[in-house]
């Protein structure tokens, strides 16, 4: 049975660590016969050039038929005077919305060997392996009406919404706990609700779902107390559940304390398991064209597609043992490296990876 992966290269280093992320694809779904079908659209800033939209219809229409989505990242200067519907970050909200993919799973696992990048002390991080499952589709991104209005008095004044139904809350809590039970079945879920009465709701929905897990022990901790709690004592997590906003800080957070966002992959999933998956960083047009990105994060994510779109387990695997063994071979982009590492560029981090696959 055939496969359709579709690749969005996006803006900035997108391309770069695409097409490496590409030629492992490539390498294993040759070895493995895996049957993918591998095809190529445009999304974000690029698009917007070529096509007048960041999410054009072309890229629309290859998405639903695709089974899974490879992703850069989208953005950049560039793009910073287009007016807000068509700047490139709005393409990736509207390829979110048309596929439905309202479960943002962001593992922040760290590599032993990089034990010593983190910013905090290694005693804290090594064998850190929190995953953050956040709500994507819905709360204060996206919440109605919003905008900027100017008062009777003349001041302007902008406001957003920040709302979730049962139902959505049901959905990503149901994710969580099942994630949880795969894990350490530990769940945190994250809110404000001594505040906010969108997360009061959130808080009750949570724990009345609990009964249905009595294998997940179920905390809760207000949003504040998470992010102090993220950097005092972070392999007290196991999986945390939170909504839309705090998910988008505290897996940022959450990401630093394993030293690089060069390493961390993330996934965007829908009812039916069709998922995007990307790096947790953006376009990092700083060094875009310089062939020094770190593709490690780009390829995680292709191990994460391969788990748990494409069912198959064993090639996400070998893809994460690779990347261990490149580690081992103290080969390191320059985001990661330390004074006793081997300085390499994108494509040599990728080629030892795939040197590495078994
Ligand atoms: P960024 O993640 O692009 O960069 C932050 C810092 O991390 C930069 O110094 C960058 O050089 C470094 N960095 C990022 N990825 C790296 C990698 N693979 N290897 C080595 N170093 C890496 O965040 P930013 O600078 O805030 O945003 C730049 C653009 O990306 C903006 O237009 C933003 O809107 C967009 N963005 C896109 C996404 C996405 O596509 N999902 C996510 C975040 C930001």
Redesign the pocket.
């Known amino acids: 049975m055939s496969r359709n992966v579709l690749l969005l290269p996006?803006d900035?280093?997108g391309p770069e660590?695409i097409e490496q992320a590409a030629r492992l694809l490539e390498a294993l779904n040759h070895r493995r016969s895996l049957g993918l079908q591998l095809s190529q659209a445009r999304l974000?800033g690029s698009a917007y050039d070529a096509e007048g939209s960041p999410y054009p219809d072309s890229t629309a229409q290859a998405a639903r038929n695709s089974d899974a989505i490879l992703?850069g990242?989208?953005?950049?200067?560039r793009w910073a005077d287009v007016e807000r519907q068509l700047r490139?970050?709005q393409g990736?909200l509207n390829i979110r919305a048309d596929l439905d993919l309202f479960a943002n799973l962001r593992p922040a696992l760290l590599f032993p060997q990089l034990a010593n990048a983190s910013s905090l002390k290694p005693e804290l991080v090594a064998g850190l392996d929190i995953l953050i499952v956040r709500e994507l589709t819905g709360g204060i991104y996206f919440g109605e009406p919003r905008g900027i209005r100017t008062l009777p008095n003349g001041e302007r004044q902008g406001y957003n919404t920040d709302v979730y139904s049962e139902s959505e809350i049901r959905r990503i809590a149901r994710v969580g706990f099942e994630l949880a039970q795969k894990r350490g079945r530990r769940l945190c879920s994250v809110d404000k609700a001594n505040v906010l009465d969108v997360t009061l709701l959130w808080r009750e929905v949570v724990t009345e779902m609990a009964a249905d897990y009595p294998d997940v022990e179920l905390e809760h901790l207000y949003v504040d107390n998470a992010a102090m709690q993220l950097v005092i004592k972070p392999k007290q997590f196991d999986v945390i559940l939170t909504g839309n906003l705090f998910g988008d800080i505290l897996s940022d957070e959450a990401a630093m304390l394993t030293g690089?966002?060069?390493m961390l992959p993330s996934a965007s999933m829908n009812e039916s398991r069709q998922g995007l998956y990307?790096?947790c960083?953006?376009?990092?047009?700083?060094?875009a064209g310089q062939g020094?990105?770190?593709?490690l994060?780009t390829i995680l994510s292709v191990a994460m597609m391969l788990r748990y779109s494409l069912n198959e387990a064993d090639a996400a695997d070998s893809i994460e043992r690779a990347v261990s063994a490149a580690l081992d071979e103290g080969l390191r982009?320059?985001?990661i490296l330390t004074s006793d590492t081997t300085r390499v560029g994108t494509a040599e981090m990728a080629d030892a990876v795939i040197r590495n696959l078994d």
């Open positions: 996006g900035g280093i660590i974000g992703l990242a989208v953005g950049g200067p490139p970050e990736l690089s966002i060069g990307e790096p960083h953006g376009s990092a047009p700083d060094i020094i990105a770190n593709p994060a982009t320059p985001d």
